[in-house]
Every structure is written in structure tokens, then in C-alpha cells.
């Protein structure tokens, strides 16, 4: 996949795969939501790697979408979706949230469940493509790679007959303003037993084009 311009966005991989956990693991280092699930302890970079290294997994074994930038240092930037209630999970996935969860123990288990319950509400109802996540390199920041990755997921919900836009989730209020600089509307902001806000946003894709938000 190519954007009109800018950086090439490229259909990636399981080939990909140690490379866009890297990205991803880097760009959610201090991550509030990724803080709270895994309260910070002393194991917090190894616990960060298995949990992404399952989200990526749980969009390869869906068939999911993952998408991302090269420069000649390689993968830069990357990001990864999902089709909420469209797509099954077979039972390897199963299999691998079990092992992830007993490694990672139950409180971590219990502080996801409870960001997730907290933040289902948030969701919209209608058919969407869910930007799960979405990350740069440090060292390539402001070069328009992050940019790029959003107008790629933006034109999968647009080609997609059965998405009306694009939903994401985020605990940092510094990205309130950014979200909402590409065309997202806050769908709600709720506090997850007191130690994490996080805010909800949805696109529509007739934004830009006379609808909500354009």
C-alpha cells in the first residue's frame, strides 16, 4: 500500500514481525496504558515485549492488518488493526493468551480486564476498523512516518464497505490534541479505578467530505 505521498506504507508480515514488536515496544516504553496493566515492576520491559509480541501475534493469526514505513535503517514506524466481532480467533490464540496471562500473572490480567471493561463503552456501535496501535521510532520522529501509518488505516476503513471509520483508544492526554488534529471526535473519557484515564475516539470516514467532523 502506497499513500498519495509521503513515506510508502507497506503491507507487512509474520516475517516482520520481531521488528514491528521493536518498533512498538519502544514507542509504548512509558505508556500509561501499558503502565497501569503492568504496574511498572521490576520485569517491565520483558512483560511490555510478550504483551506486544501477543497483540502482533492475535492480528497475524486473525489475518488481520499490519502496516508500516522503512528507511534504509529499517522498519521505522508501524501499525496494527483489528475488525471488532468480524474476524474469529482460532484456538492457538487461545492457547497463547493463556500462557501470556500465567506469565504475566493475575493482577496484570486483572488491571487489562479492567481497562477494557472500563473502555468498551467508548466503542461505537457500528461496523469499524479499531486502530489498536500505532508507533515511530524516536529517532525518526517528525519525519511524517506517523502520519503516513494513520492515512493508511484511514483508507482501509474507506475501502472497506463494511467499516464507517476508524475507533482508537488512548491513556496519554498529550495525544487528545493530535487525535483530533487527523479528524478523530472524543467519544467519551473515562477514569479506570482512579489510576488511568483514558479517552476514546472515533473518525468517521465522511470526514472530509461534508459529514461528522468535516
Request: hydrophobic residues 45%; charged residues 25%.
Amino acid at each position: 500500500m502506497v499513500t498519495d505521498v509521503g513515506p510508502k506504507v507497506e503491507v507487512l508480515d509474520s516475517a516482520d514481525a520481531a521488528d514491528i514488536v521493536s518498533v512498538l515496544c519502544e514507542a509504548f516504553s512509558d505508556d500509561p496504558v501499558m503502565r497501569f496493566v503492568l504496574d511498572s515492576c521490576a520485569r517491565y520491559q520483558a512483560h511490555l515485549e510478550k504483551l506486544v509480541t501477543f497483540f502482533v501475534a492475535a492480528r497475524l493469526l486473525r489475518d488481520e492488518v499490519l502496516l508500516g514505513v522503512r528507511s534504509p535503517r529499517g522498519l521505522d514506524a508501524t501499525a496494527l488493526v483489528s475488525y471488532p466481532a468480524a474476524r474469529s480467533s482460532p484456538p492457538e490464540l487461545a492457547e497463547r493468551r493463556e500462557e501470556l496471562w500465567a506469565e504475566l500473572g493475575d493482577g496484570a490480567l486483572a488491571r487489562y480486564e479492567a481497562f477494557g471493561h472500563a473502555a468498551d463503552p467508548l466503542m461505537v456501535s457500528d461496523p469499524h476498523i479499531h486502530l489498536n496501535m500505532v508507533g515511530v521510532r524516536a529517532a525518526s520522529q517528525g519525519r511524517g512516518f506517523g502520519r503516513a501509518v494513520l492515512e493508511a488505516v484511514h483508507e482501509l476503513s474507506r475501502r472497506d464497505a463494511t467499516s464507517s471509520g476508524v475507533s482508537l483508544v488512548t491513556g496519554s492526554e498529550s495525544n487528545v490534541a493530535l487525535y483530533r488534529h487527523f479528524g478523530y471526535d472524543v467519544a467519551g473519557r473515562v477514569d479506570v479505578h482512579g489510576a488511568l484515564t483514558v479517552w476514546g475516539f472515533f473518525r468517521s470516514d465522511a470526514y472530509g467530505l461534508g459529514g461528522p467532523g468535516g
